[in-house]
């Protein structure tokens, strides 16, 4: 059982715009702010957001993130199909001196 | 660039023992905190614990808490994790990795380790 909530599953159409959820609570998402990772299986994971709403270079502006409380969001807009993968959310836990992650969301492009 | 290079993973029974090694270029290594974070397969990513820039701080995931023991030789540009009395739900790909608030974030390719009789 993940620390943080991820939905398991999310899917959309080529060129339309898919959101992923991540729920915590004060001690993480609250109080720390929130990194996303894309996974493809077989490779590590790859940064795509830090502090809530900041892209690295390299990552194309299609991808979006924000956090509202103790929860955070991934937007992905104009899905592509190379967008299939596992996303990870993570944030600093205060109370458990450690990082946690969320379970990980599978987006499957349609 | 920047190169996290995980080795030391293998097949061992439960019980025993294992030294994870990971070596680092490309950054200045005595400046950063550094990472385990696993992975078991076909699951999500699971961190198992951290060290600060000059080891002075470490901390770990209750599942490994006392039986798990990170390290850091900064001369030498290398983190290690001395895996003790392991269990078969330790199976997993150990990545090493390091990041921090402003986007730097560098990850190894992983090593194996399976527990198992």
């Known amino acids: 059982q993940s620390v943080l909530t991820q939905p398991p599953s999310a899917s959309g159409t080529p060129g339309h715009r898919v959101t992923i959820s991540c729920s915590g609570s004060?001690?993480?998402?609250?109080?720390?702010?929130v990194t996303w990772y894309q996974q493809v299986p077989g490779t590590a994971p790859k940064l795509l957001i830090y502090?809530?709403?900041q892209r690295p270079s390299g990552v194309p502006d299609r991808f979006s993130g924000s956090k509202s409380g103790t929860s955070a969001s991934l937007a992905i807009s104009g899905l592509q199909s190379e967008d299939e993968a596992n996303y990870f959310c993570?944030?600093?836990?205060?109370?458990?001196?450690?990082?946690?992650f969320g379970g990980g969301t599978k987006l499957t492009v349609l | 660039q920047i190169q996290l290079m995980e080795s030391g993973g293998g097949v061992v029974q439960p019980g025993r023992s294992l030294r994870l090694s990971c070596a680092a270029s490309?950054?200045?290594?005595?400046?950063?905190?550094m990472h385990w974070v696993r992975q078991a397969p076909g699951k999500g990513l699971e961190w198992v614990t951290v060290?600060?820039?000059?080891?002075?701080?470490?901390y770990y995931a209750d599942s490994v808490k006392g039986r798990f023991a990170i390290s850091r030789d900064n001369s030498k540009n290398t983190l290690y994790l001395q895996m003790n009395s392991l269990r078969a739900e330790d199976t997993a790909l150990y990545y090493c990795?390091?990041?921090?608030?402003?986007?730097?974030?560098?990850w190894g390719q992983g090593t194996l380790v399976t527990v198992s009789s």
């Open positions: 990795a390091t990041w921090n608030d402003s986007g730097f974030d560098s």
């Open positions: 490309g950054f200045t290594f005595e400046n950063y905190a």
């Open positions: 060290i600060s820039y000059n080891g002075s701080n470490k």
């Open positions: 004060s001690s993480n998402i609250g109080s720390k702010t």
């Open positions: 502090s809530n709403d």
């Open positions: 993570a944030a600093w836990d205060d109370s458990l001196n450690g990082r946690v």
